[in-house]
Structures are given as C-alpha cells and as structure tokens.
C-alpha cells in the first residue's frame, strides 16, 4: 500500500507563493489519476486540482489560473504551484487518488494566507 505525505504548507501573505509537494512511498507510476484537496475549518473537503498519468490537468474554478498541478513519475511525486494566495485559500491541503482511496489519507499540510 502506498502511503503519501504531503509538505510544503506555511503561513503567506495575500499574493504570495507555495509550492505543495506530495511524495509517495511507492511508484505512482501505476496510479491513473492523482488529485490535491483541501478542508478548510467548518467546510468540507473539496477537490482543488487533479492530474492524469498522462498530464492532463483540471481545477476547480476557484483555483483556475492561480494554481498549477504537475507530478514527477520518476520521484513519485506529486506538485501543487500556488500562486496569488487568497485568504480563502486557507485550508490544510492533502492528497488523494481519484477515485479517492480512504487508506491513502495523510496529515495534510496547512497553508495559511493572511497578514
């Protein structure tokens, strides 16, 4: 069973940059789609971007064109590029297979936008 931990979080300021990265203990070769989520307090986890085997990407429209999914097959890693953090962006942040697979959640990482 792969397990994946996620990094990367931090507090930002409005405007500024994080680059998540979510690294597996095993090949993700294999695994056709990789997603990243988010929950953050109050809400309910919601799936921000996700990335096919082949590259093909999607966001959800609260992200489009501020964040930039990748993944390295190679590094069994999985990216997320946020840029123009918004404070509604605040959120802890994992990853996930699609379909989500509940034995591969992990701590998550909390990413904080304010000032």
């Known amino acids: 069973q792969v397990q994946l931990v996620e990094s990367g979080g931090g507090l930002v300021q409005p405007g500024g940059s994080l680059r998540l990265s979510c690294a597996a203990s095993g090949s993700i070769f294999s695994i056709p789609v990789m997603g990243w989520f988010r929950q953050a307090p109050g809400k309910q986890r919601e799936l921000v971007a996700h990335?096919?085997?082949?590259?093909?990407?999607n966001y959800a429209d609260s992200v489009k064109g501020r964040f930039t999914i990748s993944r390295d097959n190679a590094k069994n890693t999985v990216y997320l590029q946020m840029n123009s953090l918004k404070p509604e962006d605040t959120a802890v942040y994992y990853c996930?297979?699609?379909?989500?697979?509940?034995?591969?959640w992990g701590q998550g990482t909390q990413v904080t936008v304010s000032s």
């Open positions: 990335i096919t085997r082949g590259g093909s990407t």
């Open positions: 996930n297979t699609l379909p989500v697979d509940r034995g591969y």
